[in-house]
């Protein structure tokens, strides 16, 4: 895959169009980014997650957003798409 691209769920006032990417047949070699939305037990659910993934041969990269409130920044958006294959966002209450 050369190409990533990271999908921004935010309420948007004019939805955007958007080509569903294909998901990767299996996780061997693929990084998989967990993105913790910052609500209570996102990451007990996200630490679960991560072994289940790591026993299945993907490398896992770690990210919180510093509050639920908002979107992800920028930042963290562009070091998600830079670094991770297949992103999951966790929401938990």
């Known amino acids: ?4 691209v990271l999908l921004d769920p935010t309420s948007e006032s004019a939805p955007a169009e958007r080509q569903r990417i294909a998901r990767p047949a299996n996780l061997d070699g693929l990084t ?3 993105l ?3 609500k209570p037990r996102g ?4 630490d679960r997650l991560s072994e ?3 026993r ?3 490398t896992v990269r770690r990210y919180r957003k ?3 409130a908002k979107p992800a920044p920028v930042d963290l ?13 966790a929401l938990a209450d």
């Open 43 to 46: 990451d007990v659910f996200l």
């Open 36 to 38: 913790d939305i910052s």
């Open 77 to 89: 958006r562009h070091e998600i798409a830079g670094q991770c294959h297949v992103v999951i966002e």
């Open 52 to 54: 289940h993934l790591e």
């Open 1 to 4: 895959m050369t190409s990533k």
């Open 66 to 68: 510093p509050t639920f």
């Open 32 to 34: 998989v980014g967990l």
């Open 56 to 58: 299945r041969g993907a």
